[in-house]
């Protein structure tokens, strides 16, 4: 399944793997024609509930680039890094905390002694084994920092300590940064949530899961600040939120599941991860985090920066660092699960049909127009007109290459919901055939009712 989807992302437009004439770029991908359009059509759902339909949500696009003191004081320039090993024999590099979870033992945020014990444990007892060939001879565990790191200023300056800048590890420090900026200009009363979706890089040490784990990624991340005491009423009705998101997009109940952190940073009074069956990765993964943060983040930044960012309760006259917490979710990742859910070969009439059941308001293209015959120009001209009509609200396409099933089967691979025949019939009497992508059902509709209909079917009456 995963080189299928591999494959199918790449021939259809969905995803490229990076620089690829040039031998290409471990880890990092291009989004293709379909791909952008599926990846913007996420975060437009994801921003719909998460901003458009709240009240107490504000949005925000803060710089990749912040000043370095920001992740000093988040603790990411000390300790945001994972466990490294190598294979002697093949120079395979692995995670250790990802080997030792294969063996049952939790290494997440241990110590790089705990790591080694462990290892060393495993080691004894013969069950130490490069994941790529086998053999027992690897090297001690070692700290890998995530940041990446840039020079801003002088482009003649080598890269030091002095003009090092860090490409953002994680959206929500601009949350934080902009925190004092949201509370004088917008006037929230508490709680009240700050949103933003962006680019983030982090220097992963295996990153071989397809656009699972990158090193250039999208997060949309939400930071909901409160009063300490409303925190565990707030966190459960966020997750609420968002495990209803995945249900509203078409996510079955059975394909995703809470997994329980059991072992929380000290700051932390609980975290969650949703967790998708990926058939193209071999079982549940993470795909997205929510963590109730205490007030560690602005207290660190008040800190560090010396700037007040208490929060001044007008009722009561308190002042306080409001606790905060968080839903954090991958952009690549919730596309790879959405094409993993979607992705479909079935037989039709002794045929083999690739389809996107993807949720019909996610889909790239939400119609096709195709005129029954190319060289007929009147209807030519019909399916011109009923498309450019169409266009001016959704994603239409225009084809009149091949015969009709073939257009049938290119549209249902790229999951377009709808595909509109233009024939004789429609130049007598207005109608024409609207086929449905699962169902493969044809009626015939009105051309007059047609962009009603679907704008209604993807949630956007007029
Ligand atoms: P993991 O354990 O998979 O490395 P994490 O626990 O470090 O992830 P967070 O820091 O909580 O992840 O980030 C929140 C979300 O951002 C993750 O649930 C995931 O969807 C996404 N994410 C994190 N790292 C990557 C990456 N390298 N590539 C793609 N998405 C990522």
């Known amino acids: 399944m995963y080189d299928k989807i591999v494959s199918f992302a790449k021939r259809r437009a969905f995803v490229y793997p990076s620089s690829e004439i040039y031998g290409g770029l471990s880890a990092i991908y291009d989004y293709g024609h379909y791909g952008i ?6 975060k437009n759902a994801w921003w719909k509930h998460m901003v458009q339909l709240r009240e107490d949500v504000y ?13 000093v004081a988040s603790g990411h320039v000390e300790s945001f890094d994972d466990p490294q090993i190598d294979c002697k024999k093949c120079k395979a590099r692995m995670r250790a905390d990802h080997i030792l979870e294969e063996h049952g033992i939790m290494a997440d945020r241990e110590t790089i002694e705990f790591v080694n014990q462990k290892l060393d444990e495993l080691k004894e007892q013969g069950k130490l084994k490069c994941s790529a060939c086998g053999s027992t001879e690897l090297t001690k565990a070692k700290r890998f920092s995530l940041m990446v790191k840039s020079n801003l200023g002088s482009p003649t300056e080598a890269l030091s300590e002095k003009n090092v800048v860090y490409l953002r590890p994680e959206t929500c420090g601009g949350i934080y940064l902009e925190y004092k900026n949201i509370v004088a200009t917008l006037h929230p009363k508490l709680p009240f949530g700050v949103a933003q979706a962006g680019k ?32 565990k009423k707030n966190y459960e009705m966020w997750k609420e939120i968002r495990w209803n998101w995945y249900l509203e997009y078409g996510i079955p109940a059975d394909k995703i599941r809470w997994a329980k952190h059991e072992k929380l940073v000290h700051y932390a009074s609980e975290a969650h991860d949703v967790e998708y069956n990926f058939a193209s990765l071999g079982g549940f993964k993470e795909v997205e985090g929510i963590h109730a943060r205490g007030n560690w983040d602005l207290t660190r930044h008040s800190k560090f920066s010396g700037v007040d960012l208490n929060f001044l309760d007008e009722e009561t006259k308190e002042r306080f660092i409001p606790h905060i917490m968080e839903t954090s979710v991958g952009l690549n990742r919730l596309l790879l699960m959405f094409l993993d859910n979607a992705y479909t070969e079935e037989e039709v009439n002794g045929e083999k049909r690739t389809v996107l059941k993807i949720d019909k308001k996610l889909a790239p293209i939400k119609a096709a127009v195709f005129p029954l015959l190319k060289n007929k120009p009147e209807l030519v001209k019909k399916a011109r007109e009923v498309y450019e009509d169409l266009r001016q609200n959704m994603m239409t396409e225009f084809d009149d290459n091949g015969n009709i099933g073939k257009r049938y089967r290119r549209q249902d691979e790229i999951g377009t919901p709808y595909c509109i025949t233009i024939d004789f019939d429609t130049l007598e009497n207005d109608t024409v055939t609207l086929r449905d992508r699962d169902s493969m059902n044809q009626e015939r509709t009105p051309v007059k009712d047609l962009k009603k209909k679907l704008l209604k079917e993807y949630g956007c009456e007029i």
Do not use: C, H
């Not at 359009?37 to 996420?42: C, R, T, W, Y």
């Open 200 to 231: 983030a890089f982090r220097n992963e040490i295996v990153a071989r899961q397809f656009i699972f784990r990158t090193r250039e990624f999208e997060q949309m991340e939400m930071q909901y600040f409160q009063k300490p005491e409303d925190m």
């Open 59 to 71: 949005g925000l696009d803060s710089a990749v680039f912040m000043n370095p003191k920001t992740w």
């Open 37 to 42: 359009l599926l990846k913007d059509n996420i």
